[in-house]
């Protein structure tokens, strides 16, 4: 594969060394020319050095024949111009932008630059995989399927809990596709128990999250 990156910091010369070294053909483009120099020579002339954002840099680095590009500079909207070049002018399906400010990640989602990774992001999610509490977990977001997976942990008194599988009478869209207990993961069978302190992933629409959340989540009021 054929591979354009735009940006040679840590993320972008790190990531192009990867690229590498799994064999894929690549151009990495720098503008900082101290850094160009660094990571032209630590990377044998594979760099070119100027703007990403400019046509004309782009078109050196050869990308009407690049089969992904990948956006990792410092500034969103140099990463977000990329990635939206790169697609409708150059017919590249494959784009990643990388999003510095959380914030800003609707915005690449309007634009139709994605995937769109934020670090920030990331980060959040996996502090809210490790924190101990209840509630819904996105674990991973397909917009354009408009499907999602979630983790939530069984709360005493839920509706699912000591329910079996085939019982638990979830929405036509939603489907549990694992159960954690003590550390240990399995696929769940019709029979399975669903049991209080379980955290269970379930792939549903998108809309259907309150209706999920009610039913591991939350406690059913007694009297």
Known sequence: MYVVVVGGGKVGWNLA???????????????????????EDALEHRVHYGDGSELWVLERAGI?????????????EDNLLICQVAR???????????????????HFDLL???????????ILRLIEHEVP????????DLPEQELE??????????????????????PDGALLISIVRENRGFVPR????VEAGDK?????????????????AEAVAVG
Do not use: W
């Open 17 to 39: 060394r990867e690229l590498i070294d799994k064999g894929h053909e690549l151009t990495l483009i720098e503008a900082n020319q101290r850094r160009y120099a660094t990571v």
């Open 64 to 76: 009407e024949r690049a089969e992904m590009v990948i956006a990792v500079t410092g500034d969103d």
């Open 88 to 106: 409708e002018k150059y017919g590249v399906e494959r784009v990643i932008a990388r999003c510095n400010n959380p914030r800003n990640l609707p």
């Open 112 to 122: 139709g630059a994605k995937p769109a990774v934020s670090a920030t992001d990331l």
């Open 133 to 140: 509490q209840y509630g819904m977990i996105h674990l991973l």
């Open 149 to 170: 997976i979630v983790e939530l942990e069984v709360v005493p008194g839920a509706p699912a809990a000591g329910i079996e599988v085939r019982q638990l009478g979830l």
């Open 190 to 193: 019709a029979d399975s128990t």
């Open 200 to 216: 269970v992933l379930v792939m549903l629409e998108m809309g259907l999250e309150e209706e999920i959340n009610k039913r591991f």
